[in-house]
T-cell receptor, first 114, second 111 residues
Framework: DQQVKQNSPSLSVQEGRISILNCDYT??????FLWYKKYPAEGPTFLIS?????DKNEDGRFTVFLNKSAKHLSLHIVPSQPGDSAVYFC?????????????FGTGTRLKVLA | NAGVTQTPKFQVLKTGQSMTLQCAQD?????MSWYRQDPGMGLRLIHY???????DQGEVPNGYNVSRSTTEDFPLRLLSAAPSQTSVYFC??????????FGNGTRLTVT
């Protein structure tokens, strides 16, 4: 039972254009969402997060949007750069008083073409 | 600042052998966890700990043991390795409310 789903295993985008990575979840108890980036032979690194009390969070070129009614979040990268080529994981967590279980999606491999 | 350190980086085991994957963090994080990454499966939680002496199971705990005797260390023990445990293992830590910090992983092959 996959509680966090990333239905696109891969995505290719031209340099300078927008990359949009999508993530769906099923558990309405999740209230904190994160995106991680992973390069080969390295551990995932934190990129950006959003609390369920917000619908948007920005950090430079990265913006995460949350649609609670649709149980959907997306990561926008504008403009995309070749260095953004990596695997991106979305993750979800219940509140601080919860079980500290971070549930991850299956990942989307982004390739930014120069 | 080393962050989260995992050893070894690579390991090959024969079916039935046991071993311990080491994880240490120097950030005084109370929360530590182990994930495995498999193709098409993403990162799946094996075990986690919210402090010294406290551990709990994640999504895929079978075949693995953990203990947390200190804040810094959270070893993962494979009791009797099986080919299905061939994977990349990541250890992560955080303090309350913060995102997870990951180590660089241990690639394990069980033949």
């Amino acid at each position: 039972d996959q509680q966090v789903k990333q239905n696109s295993p891969s995505l290719s985008v031209q340099e300078g254009r927008i990359s949009i990575l999508n993530c769906d979840y099923t558990n309405s108890m999740f209230d904190y969402f994160l995106w991680y980036k992973k390069y080969p032979a390295e551990g995932p690194t934190f990129l950006i997060s959003i609390s369920s009390i917000k619908d948007k969070n920005e950090d430079g070129r990265f913006t995460v949007f949350l649609n609670k009614s649709a149980k959907h979040l997306s990561l926008h990268i504008v403009p995309s750069q070749p260095g953004d080529s990596a695997v991106y994981f979305c993750a979800a967590r219940r509140g601080l008083s919860g079980t500290y279980k971070y549930i991850f999606g299956t990942g989307t491999r982004l390739k930014v073409l120069a | 600042n080393a962050g989260v350190t995992q050893t070894p980086k690579f390991q090959v085991l024969k079916t039935g052998q046991s071993m311990t994957l080491q994880c240490a963090q120097d950030m005084n994080h109370e929360y530590m966890s182990w994930y495995r990454q498999d193709p098409g499966m993403g990162l799946r939680l094996i075990h986690y700990s919210v402090g010294a002496g406290i551990t709990d199971q994640g999504e895929v705990p079978n075949g693995y043991n953990v203990s947390r005797s200190t804040t810094e260390d959270f070893p993962l023990r494979l009791l009797s390795a099986a080919p299905s445990q061939t994977s990349v293992y990541f250890c992560a830590s955080s303090y309350s409310g913060s995102p997870l910090h990951f180590g660089n992983g241990t690639r394990l092959t069980v033949t």
